[in-house]
C-alpha cells in the first residue's frame, strides 16, 4: 500500500514549456485534490476532483488544467510555464464518508520554472 | 470564507521544552479541524483531527482542544524532542471545493538538544 505517490519529485522548466504532474492513489479514495505551497503561503488549492469523472476549480486554477484519468489517477498539466508558477506541488486523496474529512497527501513535486 | 490563523514562526526550543502553537479560525458552523505536520523535504501528514467542538485530539504527545467558545485549537506539547523539529500547520475543513482542506500558513518548530 503505496498511498498517494506523485511523479516527478523534482523538475525544472524553462519559461513557456509544458509538462504533467502525476498523482496517483490506491486506497480506493474517491476525492483527489492539488495544491501548491509557496514560502509564507501555506498551501492553496489549485484543483479538486469530488470523484472520477469530475474536476473542479479551486482557490489558484489560472494557468492549469486537470484530468481525472480514473479513480486513482489524478493528473495536474502546465501548459505554458511561468516563474510564478516556481512552486512544490502537492496531491492528496479522501475517502469519502460521513463525517471523514482528512486527507493523504504524496510526498510533492518541487518545481523551478525558469 | 473559512480561514485559519495560526502564530508565526520560527518556534525556537530546547528540547523537553513545552510547545503551544496558536491556531484560531473563522468558519461558518463548526467544521472538522486538523493539525498537520511537514518534516523537512516531505509531504504533509496528519497529526491529530477534531471534529466537534470540545473534542480533544491526540497523537504523539501532541494534543489540542476543539473550543468553539474562543475559536480556537492550539497546539500543545509537554515535552518537545529534537525529532519534533518540522513545520506545523492548522487546517479546516472547507464546506465547499470538495471539501478541501484551508490550510494557516505554518509554523516553523525547530528544537535545539
Known amino acids: 500500500n503505496a498511498g498517494v505517490t506523485q511523479t516527478p519529485k523534482f523538475q525544472v522548466l524553462k519559461t513557456g514549456q509544458s509538462m504533467t504532474l502525476q498523482c496517483a492513489q490506491d486506497?480506493?479514495?474517491?476525492?483527489m485534490y492539488w495544491y501548491r505551497q509557496d514560502p509564507g503561503m501555506g498551501l492553496r488549492l489549485i484543483y479538486y476532483?469530488?470523484?472520477?469523472?469530475?474536476?473542479d476549480k479551486g482557490e489558484v486554477p489560472n494557468g492549469y488544467n486537470v484530468s481525472r484519468l480514473n479513480k486513482r489517477e489524478f493528473s495536474l498539466r502546465l501548459e505554458s510555464a511561468a516563474p510564478s508558477q516556481t512552486s512544490v506541488y502537492f496531491c492528496?486523496?479522501?475517502?469519502?464518508?460521513?463525517?471523514?474529512?482528512?486527507?493523504?497527501f504524496g510526498p510533492g513535486t518541487r518545481l523551478t520554472v525558469t | 470564507g473559512d480561514s485559519v490563523t495560526q502564530m508565526e514562526g520560527p518556534v525556537t526550543l530546547s528540547e523537553e521544552a513545552f510547545l503551544t502553537i496558536n491556531c484560531t479560525y473563522t468558519?461558518?458552523?463548526?467544521?472538522?479541524l486538523f493539525w498537520y505536520v511537514q518534516y523537512p523535504g516531505e509531504g504533509l501528514q496528519l497529526l491529530l483531527k477534531?471534529?466537534?467542538?470540545?473534542d480533544k485530539g491526540s497523537n504523539k504527545g501532541f494534543e489540542a482542544t476543539y473550543r468553539k467558545e474562543t475559536t480556537s485549537f492550539h497546539l500543545e506539547k509537554g515535552s518537545v524532542q529534537v525529532s519534533d523539529s518540522a513545520v506545523y500547520f492548522c487546517?479546516?475543513?472547507?464546506?465547499?471545493?470538495?471539501?478541501?482542506?484551508?490550510f494557516g500558513k505554518g509554523t516553523s518548530l525547530l528544537v535545539t538538544p
Open positions: 492528496a486523496s479522501r475517502v469519502t464518508g460521513t463525517g471523514v474529512y482528512e486527507q493523504y
Open positions: 487546517a479546516l475543513r472547507d464546506s465547499n471545493s470538495g471539501y478541501a482542506l484551508n
Open positions: 477534531a471534529t466537534k467542538a470540545d
Open positions: 486506497m480506493n479514495h474517491n476525492s
Open positions: 476532483s469530488a470523484s472520477e469523472g469530475t474536476t
Open positions: 468558519a461558518t458552523g463548526y467544521p472538522s
